[in-house]
């Protein structure tokens, strides 16, 4: 059964840092395209990075420099390590796993950025 489980998250002042874990099961995870997603209150849910199986990356303009997406095959683990936090990173963060014909979904966690 394939399962995403995320770990991480929290509240945060602006130009902090978090760590966002998403520990698979039922699959390899280095072996398909691995992203994050995020969604704010009132907004559709939209990019933020993601690693392919060959391990090139990718992430969207608002994040980049910033975010730092990154594997560990060893424990079936993608990582999103956030830094220079913004209060307009604030969402509900969501890992992802491209499965053909299925994508499957971490259950979400929320990031608050705010003083």
């Known amino acids: 059964q394939v399962q995403l489980v995320q770990s991480g998250g929290g509240l945060v002042q602006p130009g902090g840092s978090l760590r966002l874990s998403c520990a698979a099961s039922?699959?390899?995870?280095?072996?398909?395209?691995i992203g994050w997603f995020r969604q704010a209150p009132g907004k559709e849910r939209e990019f933020v990075a993601h690693?392919?199986?060959?391990?090139?990356?990718a992430y969207a303009d608002s994040v980049k420099g910033r975010f730092t997406i990154s594997r560990d095959n060893a424990k079936n683990t993608v990582y999103l390590q956030m830094n220079s936090l913004k209060p307009e990173d604030t969402a509900v963060y969501y890992c992802?796993?491209?499965?053909?014909?299925?994508?499957?979904w971490g259950q979400g966690t929320q990031v608050t950025v705010s003083s």
């Open positions: 690693i392919r199986s060959a391990g090139s990356t």
């Open positions: 039922g699959f390899t995870l280095g072996g398909y395209n």
């Open positions: 992802n796993a491209n499965l053909p014909p299925l994508n499957y």
